[in-house]
């Protein structure tokens, strides 16, 4: 399927100085470029009038679908500045894909994969001078919502998807601390049958509750088990986790209840290049409490688009706590945040063809 994008610049772009005085210190999701692409959805047209115009809030009735049967997905991807003065997207033809299959379960209309690529790239071009330098990136926000206005308990007939950027600086100021987290023995996350595949929002609003109990507990991040036994870890309220033992293997949990993370299918991706043994199987929390204990496991990690990789310290819950790697960064966990890192600025070779030139 094929749409020309009509091109609508902002009548007022923010001034050059503004721009670069919010690039100094962006932080993650606060600061906004001046664009939004928008397509719309209905059954009698299918996907038509797509367009980039001033970002602006959105007119929604109160009766509209998205406000009352949560039909809402996202994804999350960046533009890095390349060592060339280009721009490059990473592997975003695997958040097109994820973003279909989501919008499939969600019961949603499914957007062709090159139109959701397309959408983001003319955000890229329209606002490349909101690219930060360094190791800053354009975090790229596409989403849907059913936009049909009434009350009833059926897919809407009706989307609007949309894609708006924000300027990030580097998640860790100082390099990757590790974090501390907490397992919950109250909530779960996901079941089978479920949409713990899905990236939407309820199933971010559905693991609130649990960070907020991490935090009250001292921790940085909630890891939650399974939804039968209580027992498999299974991952953080936003970030796939991943073990790495004494034998030089890693482990991570297997797909099914969890999201597919684009960031943990190229750790595996670049592990096994390296002739790493890399397991998907269930581990579960008293497997990581003994293999911790006994030395067997060396490191565990997070991982996910914002932070790249996120080494774990210790872990936290009602039956005491353990550290791993005496509660420090360890070297798997860095030396596949940095591979990764940069192949997405262009700094090392791209075995995979992962990295998508923009400009």
Known sequence: MTLRFEIQPAAKPTPDQDRAARLVDPGFG???????????????????????????????????????????????????RSEDGGVNLFRPDANARRFRDSAERMAMAPLPEALFIKAVEQIIRI?????????????????????????????????????????????????????????????????????????????????????????????????????IERRYVEELGGMNVFFVFDDGSLLTPPLGTILPGITRDSIIALSRDAGTRVREEPYTIDQWRSDAASGKLKEAFACGTAAVISPIGKVCSTNGDFVINGGVAGPVAMSLRKKLVDIQYGRAPDPHNWVRKVL
């Open 127 to 227: 606002d490349r001078a909101w690219i930060p330098g360094g190791e800053g990136s354009l975090y790229l926000r596409p989403f849907m919502i059913a936009n049909e206005v009434f009350l009833g308990v059926k897919p809407s007939a009706e989307y609007l998807f949309a894609v708006i950027a924000s300027p990030v600086g580097s998640y860790f100021k100082g390099g990757p601390a590790p974090v501390s987290i907490w397992v919950s023995q109250t909530y779960t996350r996901a079941a089978i049958g479920g949409t713990g595949a899905v990236k939407c929002g309820g199933n971010y609003a559905a693991s609130l509750r649990a960070q907020a109990e991490a935090i009250d507990h001292g921790c940085d991040q909630v890891v939650f088990l399974d939804a």
């Open 30 to 80: 606060r600061v906004f470029t001046d664009h939004m692409a928008i397509i719309r959805y209905d059954k009698a047209n299918g996907w038509h009038g797509a367009h980039v115009e001033a970002r602006a809030n959105f007119s929604l009735d109160p009766a509209t679908a998205v406000l009352h049967y949560a039909q809402e997905i996202f994804e999350g991807l960046k533009a890095y």
